[in-house]
């Protein structure tokens, strides 16, 4: 078996973590228990690119319960946990001296080089054969495909020296390479590729731009958009994960202190709830009307980062959008103010001007935790090199919340391979009664008693007993 992690003597730390967390993760087990014999996903060859944490073991693990072929590797430099990758590889039943499990390519701390060839690992499949299936965080994997076509199509990958950021130069390079070995390896992956599933907002945005285009190449679903995934991830995911990524960098006190959350979608609201736990007096920044309103009834101060920033001791990002910090603010922050971002991608904060020659000596505390100091003296302290911290400082969320997540996942994945036929080149979410049901796996872990519709309650309300309850309409 093929594979690269950090240190496959973790393994037994690893598999210890992972039975664990299938305890807190029912929405996994009970797919396990429901398809584990008539293995929808027989003959699916994965490549998964996602976060390689002890839950996304579980994921793996039911995967492949499931009937798949898996091959994995980390959506982020530093998310993943290296016990988790080595357990994966070892298998439930392997040794380290005989690994028997899933060829992962990930370790914490990754350069972007080594990232991108990660991610090449995971769609080449061993004699000369490719991944089937994509399921994507953030949408590298797809992203690379889909460059790849192109680059075959026009003959020419993107000139390197053109790249308007280091990680789009890698990118290019690895196309340029690519080229040189094959001129039609990216068309057939794209070509076996029955479609992908993608987990987060930023992968969806693009998604639905690649649709708009009309240069998507294959049907995906927006896994982010079930309502048991961004409403309980991206909201009390972030919720537990924020602080506890800010107490592992820093441990500062969080209690009295001002922290600015900028974004106030799903992972802002649990990253304001997060930081206002701890006692901290927390300051909104929105574009939305609808977004800053909620904030504002939900008793937060909203006000623009320019207006607060030299009073605030954290500030975090949640936007999914670019440039939302710049350099100029981060010279007006407090001194040893902590920034860090929660948004998938490093572009919120400006990590590139920061970084520029001249602009402020950098000084490591310990991995991924950095200060800054600005000629003038002031310092702020930045988490992750802008990554998204609560997997590159802490452990990312916990079992339970990624259960539901991940059940999406493995219904998303089984959707599209076995009903291939039934979704065109677009972008879907999964059926309202498949979110419900995801609901409905983890209610008894929680001890939840649920009330069941009477016959005549349903007709007056114009429902089944057995649901959906909901219109496609309804917000949640
Ligand atoms: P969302 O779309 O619900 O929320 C983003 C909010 O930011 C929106 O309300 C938008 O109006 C606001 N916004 C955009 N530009 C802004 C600006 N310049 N200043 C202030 N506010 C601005 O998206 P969601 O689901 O909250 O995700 C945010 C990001 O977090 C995405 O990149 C997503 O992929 C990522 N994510 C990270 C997770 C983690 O564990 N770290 C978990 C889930 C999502």
């Keep these: 078996m093929d594979f690269k992690v950090a240190d496959l003597s973790l393994a037994d730390y690893g598999r210890t973590e992972i039975t664990l967390a299938e305890h807190e993760m029912p929405g996994l087990m009970a797919m396990r228990e429901q398809y584990g014999e008539a293995k929808p996903l027989a003959g699916a060859k994965i490549a998964g690119s996602l976060h390689m944490t002890i839950q996304t073991a579980v994921l793996i693990e039911t995967l492949v319960a499931l009937g798949a072929d898996v091959r994995w590797a980390s959506c982020n430099i530093f998310s993943t946990q290296d016990h988790a990758a080595a357990a994966v590889v070892v298998g439930p039943e392997g040794t380290v001296e005989n690994p028997s499990g899933v060829p992962v390519f990930a370790w914490k701390g990754e350069t972007l080089e080594e990232y991108w060839w990660c991610t090449q690992q995971i769609l080449d499949w061993p004699a000369g054969e490719f991944a089937n299936m994509i399921l994507d965080d953030g949408g590298d994997a797809t992203l690379l495909v889909h460059l790849g076509v192109e680059a075959e199509k026009t003959g020419q990958a993107p000139d390197p020296a053109t790249a308007t950021s280091g990680e789009q130069r ?29 987990e987060t907002t930023t992968g969806v945005l693009r998604l639905y731009d690649m649709m708009r285009e009309g240069s998507l190449l294959f049907p995906a679903i927006n896994v982010n958009d079930s309502v048991t995934k961004s409403k309980f991830d991206n909201k009390y995911g972030c919720r537990h994960s924020l602080i506890d990524g800010i107490n ?21 609201k649990g990253s304001a709830d997060s930081l206002r736990g701890q006692g901290a007096r927390v300051i909104v920044t929105e574009i ?54 929660i948004g998938h991608f490093d572009n919120e904060i400006d990590m590139a001007g920061l970084e520029a020659d001249g602009v402020a000596t950098r000084k490591n505390v310990k991995p991924q935790v950095d200060v800054w100091t600005f000629p003038e003296g002031n310092a702020i302290i930045v988490l992750s090199e802008g990554r998204l911290m609560n997997l590159g400082n802490a452990t990312g969320h916990p079992s339970f919340v990624m259960s539901n997540s991940f059940t999406n996942q ?43 519709l009477t016959d005549s309650q349903a007709s007056y309300l114009g429902l089944d007993v057995a649901g959906p309850y909901k219109s496609e309409q309804y917000r949640y």
């Design 170 to 198: 890698i990118i290019f390079e690895v196309l340029q390479a690519s080229l040189t070995q094959s001129n039609d390896r990216w068309t057939k992956i794209a070509n076996e590729i029955k479609g992908v599933t993608e």
């Design 410 to 452: 493995v219904l998303a994945q089984i959707e599209i391979y076995s009903k291939t036929e039934e979704y065109p080149v677009g972008v879907y979410v999964l059926p309202k009664h498949l979110d419900e049901m995801v609901a409905r796996l983890h209610l008894d872990a929680l001890g939840v008693k649920l009330t069941t």
């Design 248 to 268: 592992r960098a820093t441990d500062v006190l969080i209690g009295g202190k001002v922290a600015v959350v900028c974004g106030y979608g799903d992972v802002g």
């Design 288 to 341: 939305d009307p609808i977004c800053a309103l909620q904030a504002a009834m939900d008793g937060y101060q909203v006000s623009t980062l320019d207006d607060v920033v030299d009073t605030a001791d954290i500030i975090i990002t949640a936007t999914g959008n670019k440039d939302v910090v710049t350099v100029d603010q981060m010279k007006r922050m407090k001194h040893n103010a902590i920034l860090a971002n």
